[in-house]
């Protein structure tokens, strides 16, 4: 074959996996997510209007509607399914009490003539149905009383209208559920994968640790500071800030490097001034990103419980580890730098070093396991005891803090890893089958997972 031919060839060949692979491989349905509900929602409403126009049903843009309310705002399937089984029940339900109040109906005005006893039945049962809708029935109980209206809206009659209604809900629910099954969008799926991302990015600003305690001095990222002037009542300290120019120019001696924070301050200590605060961009950014993503895993909790059968309590367990660990590594980022001018022996030093870098390994590792394919086993974080080295407990004060957060961030990881252990067998069961055998082969057809062995 031709070079140019073949090139042709693996250029097809690209783009179509390109193009496939937000319908095949998970990973990408989580980086495309909105483009394939919107894709999903589109082709759902389109089916359920050529459906209505075909069969003639009355009433048929009910059908239309429901899909809408199923999949309008819902993008993954265990909230999906929640919300169609609700409005399955309560057009069911919503179904016999209408036609029970329109039997009720017929016999108060055949045998007694009282029209008004109707009435104040419909209203009472009304009633009730918004009572336990708020104590419990939530939106089951909701549509119950929007298909008992819709039912009973016919005057003297059996509510031909009504139910046509409360049969297209049904026709629209099937609809939805359809477009969901064919193009899944899993909850248990985006929760590993968010969870996994943010380990990841919490190993990567956790490794740069390391960096602050060897040179705390200013670097690259604070070269295009932003300098935040305080509301000082008396404008005459102003006149002490440094300028941009002397920015280069800062002894690290006189810094205060709040990595956490984002933030260093400069300050001139015999003058007593007021402080110019120079923002980490790039740490800023970051944080802010993790920050996103641990505020979407809490929008999957609920959908992820009811697809995986995993207890609320525990994913909200393992939701608050996860917010803890990110809490502790904002705060030994802020510690770091103020280590460098604080002495330590080398056999400390080492432990130091030992200690960071099983850390780092163990988020990138429960990473790995969260996004493999494959059932497997959490490892320990690291066996290092900080007991077993008394001489941790002469060191300066600024050294015990910090090996005292990288103990509490060493048993937030192993108390993250063991919740999810505990639950990998119903997480792992609810991202689908499918979704374990499309990955195996393309792990396979690409020689192996490789972040597994880190």
Known sequence: MPLNAELWTMNISSLKNRLMAPLIEPYARYLHADLLHSIRLGTAVVASLLFSQLTKIPHSEWS???????LGLLQYQGAIYTKAKER????????????????????????????????????????????YSIKQLGYIGLLTGITMCMVISSYNSIGPDGIARAFNVLIG????????????????????????????????????????????????RFAEADIV??????????????????????DPQNVQLDLGATTVTAIDGAANTAST????????????????RLLRVRGHIAATAKESGIDTKDLDMIQRTHRNIIGTIDLLLSAAPKLAHSPIDEENRI????????????????????????????????RIKVSDYPSVQTLPFEWQGYFWL?????????????????????WYKGSGLRYQRQ????????????????
Request: charged fraction near 20%; aromatic fraction near 8%.
């Open 229 to 250: 002037e305080s509301d000082a009542e008396d404008k005459e300290l102003n006149k002490h800030r440094p300028s941009s120019a002397e920015v280069a120019n800062i």
């Open 351 to 382: 432990l130091v070093d030992h200690y960071h870098r099983e850390l780092t390994q163990g988020m990138r590792h429960i990473a790995a396991v969260l996004r493999s394919p494959s059932d497997q086993e959490f490892r320990p974080i690291t």
């Open 173 to 220: 629910t099937l609809f939805a559920v359809m477009a969901t099954l064919i193009v899944p969008l899993k909850s248990t799926l985006m929760w590993r994968f968010l969870l996994a991302k943010n380990l990841d990015a919490c190993a990567d600003m956790y490794d740069g640790v390391e960096d602050y305690i060897s040179d705390p001095s200013l670097d690259q």
């Open 406 to 426: 990288t103990q509490t961030l060493q048993g937030q990881l192993q108390s993250l890893s063991d919740l999810l252990q505990q639950t990998q067998t119903q």
């Open 64 to 70: 239309t509607i429901t899909v809408f309310v199923i």
């Open 439 to 454: 990955e195996q082969r393309r792990i396979h057809a690409h020689g192996g997972e490789s972040d597994l062995d880190i």
């Open 88 to 131: 399955v029940l309560g057009t069911l339900l919503g179904i016999v009490v209408g036609l029970g109040l329109l039997w009720i109906n017929h016999q108060v005005q055949g045998y007694f003539g009282i029209a008004w006893l109707y009435y104040v039945l419909v209203g009472v049962i009304s009633g009730v149905i918004g009572y």
């Open 277 to 292: 605060t120079y923002v980490n961009k790039d740490m800023v950014e970051q944080f802010k990103e993790i920050n996103k």
